[in-house]
């Protein structure tokens, strides 16, 4: 009756076993380190940069606990924050010879103190959030002003070029604010402007008046299309900063949308708050231009000469130089995705460029005009454009997709797409909070949840066993079991733990132990009820199932909604919440009845259950005691 097969306890000791593995690196801690990522898109970390690390470390007399290279970074473990210092300072010197063109990042940070054979096994411990980790916290602020600027500034390019497509004269076109102002000479041809416009752009309502001899037509963007473009900013900056950061290697980043025109940045573990600006200051966009190739442009490539009027000197990879034209002949905003890939001829590693519809028009218009010439496409971060690849056009290239390659990397062709694909800020934004949390208030932060938990197991268990004697032990095991579990499965999930997760593993202590009380007041009553203690305690059991099943459901519910429409801390809380039902059901009626029949199953002839005191329905008292 109360017998478990082998296979189940097969699955308790599966369970414990893998419960204990990945909860083990939580209990490890995290060690002082530095962090060298890649400053440009064009820089690459790899074996020659973590020997430069290591020699710029023995130059400097520091011994690192150790130094690994990751795909983005390599990362220096240090034995202390001071050691710490003086290693940042001396990468720094070496890898970042000038600090207004930094090649490189060098940020402190945090990395897990686990021992090698957990990190083999994939074992690691919880992300812990800005309040517990330390880090640094950002707002930064859209202009949405900027936001509709840009657009009205874009949409003036697109109005001029749509009337001459439309053989539509107009006497000059030119944008006052975020107001496109255009002049005709006629009524007829301001009429046919006035079609075009409303046909072609819906999002522009339009006003005409007279002007002496002339009309002026003024169109502005409408105000429901002017919160959908200061929305569509919004998120583009948060996309583009999302993607930044994770190139970098910040582990959990947190960036959420704060107001109409807000954003909240906060990367735990970073302590190096100009390092963090930086971090969120890279974004990359592309260019294309033509290439000068008169006899005065060959001279300032090869610097005998002055760069002409009109023109821009840049350099190649190689260092060789080029001077392009500065009109742009397409930008990154014609971008709707890019691809690394392989060249189809050479098979060497490439970029693949998807453009939109009027990136595919523009495109295919310069290059069938300009067949044998070359065409340099550019890549800016932070200000400072490089040449990627200038190559000679052969034909006309329609159908809106375009290949970047030449002299690139497997790697660098997947680092090129992910900056393009990032794209720029959609909107200039500005820090108007900054705040740095350092390790120390973090690591309070962590002592007092942990004390706040373990105080609560340990008073739940004394008074479990208290009361419920024998039962309450199994009861308090299951409880154990169940915190064991949830940290291993949130630490399986790489789950980012925060005050309020610390905040529901309490809760769900409480919460996981209603399950045993209400196993143990069904048994109780079964005894109550004449029945013999082996029947007790397996209806007891299976009674109280369908109970904790529909109190679990519904609060899981609950658990459910706070992760589907919450945000911030309050998912935090609910992911928590959420895995820690799941495993209370495991761990209070699955485990701790492995517990019961374990002790009580193999015997035959049981009398009496050590359960505390059953009240009998006729006054009397007994207390139940094992045999």
Request: hydrophobic residues 45%; proline residues 4%; charged residues 20%.
């Amino acid at each position: 009756m109360n017998r478990y097969p082998v296979w189940k306890y097969a699955i308790i000791v599966v369970a414990l076993l893998i419960g204990a593995i990945y909860t083990l690196p939580n209990f490890f801690g995290e060690a002082p380190a530095v962090q060298v990522s890649s400053g440009k898109a064009t820089v690459k970390v790899d074996a020659a940069t973590q020997t430069r690390v290591e020699q710029a470390l023995a130059a400097a007399g520091i011994k690192p606990v150790a130094v690994t290279l990751d795909p983005n970074s390599v990362k220096v473990r240090l034995d202390s924050t001071d050691t710490q210092l003086k290693a940042k300072d001396a990468i720094q010197r070496a890898l970042v010879p000038d600090p207004t063109d930094p090649t490189y990042v060098v940020a402190l940070n945090l990395l897990s103190g686990s021992p090698q054979w957990l990190s083999a096994l994939r074992a690691a411990p919880m992300y812990l959030g800005l309040d517990l980790r330390g880090g640094v916290h950002f707002m930064l602020q859209v202009d949405m002003q900027a936001a509709l600027t840009k657009k009205a500034e874009a949409l003036a390019g697109d109005l001029r070029t749509l009337l001459r497509e439309k053989s539509i004269r107009h006497a000059g076109i030119n944008r006052n604010g975020q107001a496109i102002e255009v002049r005709f000479r006629d009524t007829q041809t301001l009429g046919a402007a006035k079609t075009v416009l409303a046909d072609q752009f819906t999002d522009l309502q339009v006003v005409d008046v007279p002007e002496g001899a002339e009309f002026k037509l003024t169109a502005t963007i409408k105000p429901e299309a002017a919160r959908r473009i200061q929305d569509q900013a919004l998120k583009q900056n948060m996309v583009t900063l999302h993607n930044r950061i994770n190139e970098l290697g910040v582990a959990e980043p947190v960036i959420q949308q704060q107001g109409l025109d807000r954003i909240v940045v906060q990367l735990p573990g970073v302590q190096d708050t100009a390092k963090a600006k930086d971090i969120l200051g890279r974004t990359a966009t592309l260019e294309v231009r033509m290439v000068d190739e008169s006899s005065d442009a060959r001279q300032a490539e090869l610097g005998t000469g002055p760069v002409p009027f009109g023109t821009e000197r840049y350099l190649e990879r190689t260092g060789q130089a080029v001077v392009v034209k500065k009109q742009v002949v397409l930008t990154g905003d014609n971008l709707t995705d890019a691809q690394p890939g392989f060249d189809n001829q050479t098979q060497e590693a490439a970029v693949h460029l998807t453009l939109d519809a009027k990136g595919s028009r523009i495109f295919k218009d310069v290059t069938r005009e300009n067949v044998g010439k070359r065409m340099a496409i550019l890549l800016f971060e932070k200000g400072k454009g490089e040449v990627v690849t200038a190559p000679v056009i052969r034909s006309e290239i329609g159908g809106g997709r375009v290949q970047i390659s030449g002299r690139m990397t497997t790697t660098e062709a997947n680092d090129v797409a992910l900056l393009l694909r990032a794209g720029s800020l959609a909107a200039p934004m500005e820090i108007i909070e900054e705040l740095t949390i350092g390790p120390t208030l973090g690591a309070e932060n962590i002592a007092k949840g942990f004390n706040s938990v373990a105080w609560g197991f340990l008073a739940i268990c004394a008074f479990m066993a208290v009361y419920y004697m024998l039962f309450g032990l199994f009861s308090g095991l299951a409880l154990a079991v169940n915190l064991l579990l949830l940290v291993a499965v949130l630490s399986m999930l790489q789950a980012t733990l925060t005050l309020p997760g610390m905040a529901a593993m309490a809760l769900a202590l409480g919460m996981a132990i209603d399950s045993n009380v209400l196993i143990n007041e069904r048994v109780r009553e079964e005894l109550r009820n004449g029945a013999s203690a082996q029947a007790a305690i397996n209806a007891g059991y299976e009674r109280a199932w369908g109970t904790i099943f529909d109190s679990n459901i519904t609060t899981l519910i609950a658990g459910l909604a706070l992760l589907a429409f919450g945000s911030g801390p309050v998912r935090g809380f609910a992911v928590v919440h959420c895995i820690g039902i799941l495993t209370s059901m495991f761990s209070a009626v699955f485990f701790s009845r492995g517990l019961v029949n374990l002790w009580y199953g193999r015997k035959k002839k049981l009398k009496t259950v050590s359960i505390g005191t059953v009240w009998r329905p006729d006054g009397d008292s007994a207390i139940t005691k094992a045999e």
